[in-house]
């Protein structure tokens, strides 16, 4: 049995078999750089590796055709940029006064006195759910 069928991402676009290993590689790098960044952190990953993912994520949606279930995948991330618009829009409307205690919102968690291993267990829970709902989503089509 080929698993790849089971999915239709297959036969809407042959190519989208060749970015499984592509995906793969991903996925290795960001288990082994998450082994060690587990609580408290030893290696910081800084922006050229998150721009990087993220450039690699987006192209790979855009080559599969599946460019919305990028937004769902990265809910937590999309989560954690509308806070910050947020907080900015209703400190401009509202004259200096605050939405969240500080933007992003993991550090308005920090805030009002969750532990940065709860607040990043949480945004973990959430990351894994958004992931599920959107694989969930490949198959209603």
């Known amino acids: 049995m080929i698993f790849s069928n089971y999915l239709p991402l297959v036969r809407l676009n042959p190519a989208a078999a060749e970015l499984t290993i592509f995906c793969g590689a991903l996925v290795g790098a960001s288990l082994g750089f998450h082994w060690w960044n587990c609580y408290p952190a030893e290696i ?3 922006d050229v590796g998150s721009l990087a993912l993220g450039a690699a994520l987006g192209t790979v949606a855009i080559l599969i055709k599946q460019e919305l279930l990028l937004v769902i995948v990265g809910g937590v991330f999309v989560l954690e940029a509308l806070s910050v618009v947020i907080q900015v829009g209703y400190f401009r409307m509202t004259g200096g006064k605050r939405f969240f ?3 992003p919102l993991h550090h308005h968690f920090e805030l009002i ?3 940065e ?3 990043i267990t949480r945004f973990v829970i959430l990351a894994i759910i958004f992931a599920l709902f959107s694989l969930a989503t490949l198959k209603l089509r």
């Open 113 to 115: 006195g969750w532990s």
């Open 44 to 46: 910081f990953m800084g």
């Open 101 to 103: 205690r500080m933007a």
């Open 117 to 119: 291993p709860k607040v």
